[in-house]
T-cell receptor, first 112, second 112 residues
């Protein structure tokens, strides 16, 4: 595997379900990010992790819970989501914060 | 003023022409700028980074940075229909290195 990978690529879940998104980077980077991109809207930065520590939470609702066990892996745990949470969820990584970011292919999430 | 601003477009150019994409930025961003290309339904792909005043060329792409006027542009020479995508301008935060600001993107249509 190279670059940034994300699984699953597509996810359909009910509002009462609990699911997790996974991201893995093979670039030796120290910073990882979660973004949300809704239809025809700009990218929204959700969380930033640098050297496994959360350094930014952009006022994200608590139904989104990130986890970063090491610099290569990032998870986004989802529970009791709303239909408006349906979006493309993108993971990115960079050498350090402020540097160019490389994106994974994204997870297309649909909440029914 | 938003940290990074772009005209949403669409910008239409004929095949073979030069496409010029522009981005303005505020005093709250760092002096590192990035251009991404995003095809519909796909994740953003880094095209170029620019850190110094002036021009930086890479193949058919030229990034231009003008710090005095606070704008950064991307020129695409010999535009091809495959260049049709949304182009995102991005910059890091000046006072908070964990911030990373994306513009809303300019949609480019290259007509055969």
């Amino acid at each position: 595997e190279t670059g940034v990978t994300q699984t699953p690529r597509h996810l359909v879940m009910g509002m009462t379900n609990k699911k997790s998104l996974k991201c893995e980077q093979h670039l030796g980077h120290n910073a990882m990010y979660w973004y949300k991109q809704s239809a025809k809207k700009p990218l929204e930065l959700m969380f930033v992790y640098n050297f496994k520590e959360q350094t930014e939470n952009n006022s994200v609702p608590s139904r989104f819970s990130p986890e970063c066990p090491n610099s290569s892996h990032l998870f986004l745990h989802l529970h009791t989501l709303q239909p408006e949470d349906s979006a493309l969820y993108l993971c990115a990584s960079s050498q350090d914060t402020g540097y160019e970011q490389y994106f994974g292919p994204g997870t297309r999430l649909t909440v029914t | 003023q938003k940290e990074v601003e772009q005209n949403s477009g669409p910008l239409s150019v004929p095949e073979g022409a030069i496409a010029s994409l522009n981005c303005t930025y505020s005093d709250r961003v760092s002096q590192s700028f990035f251009w991404y290309r995003q095809y519909s339904g796909k994740s953003p792909e880094l095209i170029m980074s620019i850190y110094s005043n002036g021009d930086k060329e890479d193949g058919r792409f030229t990034a231009q940075l003008n710090k005095a006027s606070q704008y950064v542009s991307l020129l695409i020479r010999d535009s091809q229909p495959s260049d049709s995508a949304t182009y995102l301008c991005a910059a890091g935060g000046l006072y908070n290195f964990n911030k990373f600001y994306f513009g809303s993107g300019t949609k480019l249509n290259v007509k055969p």
